[in-house]
């Protein structure tokens, strides 16, 4: 899996303890094909993370040049890390009876406008409650966390 190469070690950490949790994880699926706005979905049904490496290389307009670094590299390894903790956080959801974790309330001040934009568009196309978005949103951010969360309530 390409994407792998874009994480830190913690983010590897928290591939590793989804995986413990038996979620499968793949990548670059039709989904990712179907809908080319997002970078990462979660199956409920499934235990399935699938990250759409190719779609947030293409929003972050990733060149694969060795000679020449482009700062834009780094907005994929963003992304990429990013998606992984987002959907990582739905995986905790599931793991807590389907229920987010965090006091919603507190947590929706936290969220930064940037990100207001992407809230809307996932509760408008996927079936994420506003509440579980929120969340997953503002954990993005918080890799500790989420590697925390996941041995706390998946494993």
């Known amino acids: ?7 830190s070690k913690l983010d590897k950490e928290i591939l590793d303890l989804l995986i413990k949790a038996n979620y499968i994880v793949e990548e670059n699926k039709i989904e990712c094909l179907l809908n080319k706005e997002i970078k990462g979905l979660h199956n ?4 399935k993370i699938i990250i759409c490496t190719e779609n947030a290389k293409r929003k972050t307009n990733y060149r694969n040049e060795k000679k020449r670094p482009n700062e834009n590299n780094f907005k994929t390894e963003l992304a990429i890390r990013k998606a992984l903790r987002h959907e990582a956080t739905h ?12 006091d919603i309330k507190n947590l929706e001040g936290k969220l930064h406008q940037s990100k207001r934009k992407s809230l809307e568009f996932s509760t408008s196309n996927f079936s994420g409650t506003y509440a579980k978005e929120v969340e997953a949103y503002i954990l993005e ?15």
């Open 91 to 102: 995986a905790i959801q599931k793991c807590n009876n389907n229920r987010t974790v965090g």
């Open 44 to 47: 409920f049904v499934e235990n």
């Open 141 to 155: 951010d918080k890799p500790k966390k989420v590697a925390k969360w996941i041995r706390k309530y998946c494993l």
């Open 1 to 7: 899996m390409e994407f792998i190469i874009f994480l």
